[in-house]
Nanobody, 123 residues
Framework: QVRLVESGGGLVQAGGSLRLSCTAS????????MGWFRRAPGQEREFVAT???????WYADSVKGRFTISRDNAKSTVYLQMNSLKPEDTAVYYC?????????????????WGQGTQVTVSS
């Protein structure tokens, strides 16, 4: 059974930083692409960042240059370092495991999802 557990969310002022973590179990983490998505109130879940099995990454334009996705295969954990946070980054952030080793911005390529962690950025 695949399980993804996120942590690290919270309340931060605009301009601040947070680091989200997602620890996976029940899958071969080192050969699985991983992604972060978010859903703001009243909006659809949207792509944030993704990383493939070898560390290649891709970002949404809205977070490029501010967020960094990384992975530690020894710990079966993927991270999202979020800097220069803005109020519009406020959302529930979800970790997801892909159906292969490559990265993807497409939600349907992710069969496994975490429960989400709230990030709130105050102005």
């Amino acid at each position: 059974q695949v399980r993804l557990v996120e942590s690290g969310g919270g309340l931060v002022q605009a301009g601040g930083s947070l680091r989200l973590s997602c620890t996976a179990s029940g899958l071969t983490f080192s050969s699985t692409g991983m992604g972060w998505f978010r859903r703001a109130p009243g909006q659809e879940r949207e792509f944030v960042a993704t990383i493939n099995w070898s560390g290649g990454s891709w970002y949404a334009d809205s977070v490029k240059g501010r967020f960094t996705i990384s992975r530690d295969n020894a710990k079966s954990t993927v991270y999202l370092q979020m800097n220069s946070l803005k109020p519009e980054d406020t959302a529930v952030y979800y970790c997801a495991a892909a159906n292969g080793r490559h990265y993807s911005a497409v939600k349907s390529n992710y069969p496994y999802w975490g429960q989400g962690t709230q990030v709130t950025v105050s102005s």
